[in-house]
């Protein structure tokens, strides 16, 4: 597709289950990102994919969070015995490369409602 | 270190008058600087950006933002809002690789009619 895609777009569990949510970046697209995004809140930053390279997993919450990215594309971020402080709005961000462009393409979000 | 404030969390303009969105950072290092839009259920959009060229820098739909290093302000305007601007707009400030992104709070445009 011509954008970044994510699904689910909506996805609600209850407390203790394990969520997946998967991104598909702009094809060519090397850097990819993910971001949570909570009520009233800014972005928050969870982790970065670049390549080969080792992901920066700094912006991670908890040992509850991993995201991997198969053959430099697809990623999924995996949430572990959820809660109900992770309800949010997960939005995924992928760009050409590293480096000083900073333009990000995003896609629309999935919108996580934890019982 | 690099912060950033935005320091209205919601802003009211009529249609056809002038649109201000405030936006102040702290970087360590010489910035680059980006106003994004996010129009409800989608995602974010870039609107402009400023990367050490021109400090007036024109976007899409007719935005405006001016880096002022003095005030280590980058305010977002527009002279006639629009109903289709009404969304949320996020000041985001890149210090060194893009890795290093950090966002606004977020300020929410509404357009009265």
């Known amino acids: 597709g011509a954008g970044v895609s994510q699904s689910p777009s909506n996805k609600v569990t209850e407390k203790g289950k394990d969520v997946e949510l998967r991104c598909d970046p702009i094809s060519g697209h090397t850097a990819l990102y993910w971001y949570r995004q909570s009520l009233g809140q800014g972005l928050e930053f969870l982790i970065y994919f670049q390549g080969n390279s080792a992901p920066d997993k700094s912006g991670l919450p908890s040992d509850r969070f991993s995201a991997e990215r198969t053959g430099g594309s697809v990623s999924t971020l995996t949430i572990q015995r959820t809660q109900q402080e992770d309800s949010a709005v997960y939005l995924c961000?992928?760009?050409?490369?590293?480096?000083?462009?900073?333009?990000?393409?995003f896609g629309e979000g999935s919108r996580l409602t934890v019982l | 270190a690099q912060s950033v404030t935005q320091l209205d969390s919601h802003v009211s303009v009529s249609e056809g008058t002038p649109v201000l969105l405030r936006c102040n950072y702290s970087s360590s290092y010489s910035p680059s600087l980006f106003w994004y839009v996010q129009h409800p259920n989608k995602g974010l959009q870039l609107l402009l950006k400023?990367?050490?060229?021109?400090?007036l820098v024109k976007g899409i739909n007719g935005f405006e933002a001016e880096f002022k290093k003095s005030e280590t302000s980058f305010h977002l305007t527009k002279p006639s809002a629009h109903m289709s601007d009404a969304a949320e707009y996020f000041c985001v400030v890149m210090s060194g690789s893009a890795r290093q992104l950090t966002f606004g709070s977020g300020t929410q445009l509404t357009v009265l009619p």
């Open positions: 400023y990367t050490s060229a021109a400090t």
């Open positions: 961000a992928s760009s050409l490369a590293q480096g000083r462009t900073g333009e990000l393409f």
